[in-house]
T-cell receptor
């Protein structure tokens, strides 16, 4: 089966850097995604990692270590609009390519 | 507009009833995924279709069924509705290997 763990909530200050961690267990790892979801809205794709290392995209970076079953999303120069839930999701290639989502980390950015 | 269209946006119905949710994927995407998100819960994977064929199944209840038609739109049928089925139902589409694009969701309220 699959298991994805990430912190429930985090608080950070505008302009700061925050790191959201995610650990996972899956039998058929085929990539890891990060999504942003504002309350009541659809998730939007942020990043995709399938090989170990860091992927940088503007203010957002995502890191993956497959051997450790670990990823993090790094948000720099935080803005108030970054207040949202951040969902870690693992793609499992066993029996079809389904993507399983973690419960999400609710990030509060304060002034 | 993400390119994934879901209808209706809101649906209120009584317990025991049956409803159909509709999704049109983004142009060119062959895969359609259905997810359920209850209040303050993570996204729960229901089912995936690829080019008309069921490809992967999650924890979808027997009261729920889905299909993908030749024009690639998909329908999720929910029957014998219970109060606990109240949730946001998201449809997503993708090109295999890339991130999902989500529709804006259907908010189902069972009273």
């Amino acid at each position: 089966g699959q298991n994805i763990d990430q912190p429930t909530e985090m608080t950070a200050t505008e302009g700061a850097i925050v790191q959201i961690n995610c650990t996972y267990q899956t039998s058929g790892f085929n990539g890891l995604f990060w999504y942003q979801q504002h309350a009541g809205e659809a998730p939007t794709f942020l990043s995709y990692n399938v090989l170990d290392g860091l992927e940088e995209k503007g203010r957002f970076s995502s890191f993956l270590s497959r051997s450790k079953g670990y990823s993090y999303l790094l948000l720099k120069e935080l803005q108030m609009k970054d207040s949202a839930s951040y969902l870690c999701a693992v793609r499992d290639g066993t029996g079809g390519f389904k993507t399983i989502f973690g419960a999400g980390t609710r990030l509060f950015v304060k002034a | 507009d993400s390119g994934v269209t879901q209808t209706p946006k809101h649906l209120i119905t009584a317990t025991g009833q049956r409803v159909t949710l509709r999704c049109s994927p983004r142009s060119g995407d062959l895969s359609v995924y259905w997810y359920q998100q209850s209040l303050d819960q993570g996204l729960q994977f229901l089912i995936q279709y690829y080019n008309g064929e069921e490809r992967a199944k999650g924890n979808i209840l027997e009261r729920f069924s889905a299909q993908q038609f030749p024009d690639l739109h998909s329908e999720l049928n929910l029957s014998s509705l219970e109060l606990g089925d109240s949730a946001l139902y998201f449809c997503a589409s993708s090109v295999e290997g890339l991130g999902y694009t989500f529709g804006s969701g259907t908010r189902l309220t069972v009273v």
